[in-house]
């Protein structure tokens, strides 16, 4: 059997870092806005003639044990192992992965990756992936993630990768609450205001959150009355996207990524800077970094008739424009009958399915 998963990243909006655990309980609850887009992560388990073996098409990179208890720890596939680990894949099995997401994009791409690969091995040991409720599936991420990264994670990147959309995520004190706030028609109008640009810059996201946990921890002044202005203005923006208040979105991003480039060193970096200054020049509205910061992608609010003109001087700068679309859906798995002689070899170039933006 063939098992192929896929799932989409997610630009955050609005309210990330308060979706780590503890600050939502400290603060009385939070809510994170994000928009799930089709740069997407890709799982394939398949038959294998040996052991149990993990291959990283992005990093062309694989390793291999008799059993998945003994696949080694640490290294750039550490996640995956783990995750394989903790599944107890059975031998005779390959897990093939990979993403449309530049590396350390800031896009969530190793928190979609690892709910797809949830799911494929959970269905691959017989089960359904635990679809509804989430929250097993969710926390179950974010400890391993977090064992992984030897530090806390947020949780809104799981909630964007099994449910697509654009999102107001609620974190309370016994719940966790995923909100739609457009239907899919209405999808396409957010689309078409929207740039994401990778700056070339790889983002360490366990770093950068790091620092502000501490901090908001020790009770530094600028990072807890930066947060709780974050978290205003998410609540904020979540009122002005459900109406479609175009210049009011703009205002709001703006003003959460004046609020976050002001929370912990490294934040903002010269070239993050130089994208956002780049697309200003060119008529866009807003501008703030995707996930933790200190590099990775920024997203661009943009009048529809700039938005080509934003592109071309994001391009001119030397910057990387990504084209996307908004993933109407989340999490997606199949199984199908494998065919074929097993091989030990390099895999090949086939991948699952999915849209193209």
Not at 45 to 66: C, Q
Not at 162 to 182: K, M, Q, S, T, Y
Not at 329 to 335: D, E, K, Q, S
Request: with cysteine; hydrophobic share 40%; glycine share 12%.
């Amino acid at each position: 059997m063939i098992i192929d998963a896929h799932a989409p990243t997610r630009i955050d909006l609005a309210g990330g870092t308060l979706d780590i655990y503890p600050i939502y309980l400290l603060e009385g609850g939070a809510t994170t806005i994000n928009v799930a887009i089709t740069l997407r992560t890709h799982v394939r388990l398949e038959p294998y003639p040996g052991g149990v073996a993990v291959y990283s098409r992005d990093l062309a990179f694989g390793v291999e044990a008799p059993a998945a208890a003994t696949l080694p720890g640490g290294g750039p596939l550490d996640l995956v192992l783990r995750t394989v680990r903790y599944a107890g894949l059975p031998a005779r099995t390959r897990v093939i992965t990979s993403s449309d997401a530049p590396r350390g994009s800031g896009l969530g791409a190793s928190s979609s990756l690892l709910v797809g690969l949830l799911a494929a091995c959970e269905r691959r040991q017989g089960r359904r992936p635990r679809r509804a409720p989430f929250g097993d599936l969710v926390e179950l991420a974010a400890r391993l993630e977090a064992q992984s990264i030897n530090a806390p994670t947020g949780k809104q990147d799981y909630y964007a990768a099994l449910h697509g959309g654009l999102n107001a995520i609620w974190f309370d004190l016994d719940r966790e609450v995923v909100e739609p706030l457009l239907p899919a028609r209405r999808l396409g109008g957010l689309e078409e205001h929207l740039v994401l640009t990778f700056t070339g810059e790889p983002h360490a996201s366990g770093l950068t959150n790091w620092g502000m946990i501490r901090a908001y921890l020790d009770g530094v002044p600028g990072t807890v009355e930066g947060l709780r202005a974050i978290r205003r203005i998410s609540q904020e923006m979540r009122e002005v996207l459900r109406h479609g208040d175009l210049r009011g979105f703009a205002r709001l991003l703006r003003a959460e990524w004046e609020q976050r480039r002001r929370l912990a060193a490294g934040v903002s970096t010269r070239e993050v800077e130089r994208a956002i200054n780049a697309a200003r020049r060119a008529g866009a509205l807003a501008s703030k970094v995707c996930g933790a910061g200190g590099g990775g992608c920024i997203v661009t609010v943009v009048p529809a008739e700039t938005k080509y003109r934003v592109e071309g001087a994001l391009t001119e700068a030397g910057f990387r424009v990504l084209p996307f679309r908004i993933a109407r859906a989340g999490l997606r798995v199949r199984a199908r009958p494998s065919r074929g002689r097993l091989s030990r070899g390099r895999p090949s170039r086939d991948r699952p399915s999915r849209d193209r933006p």
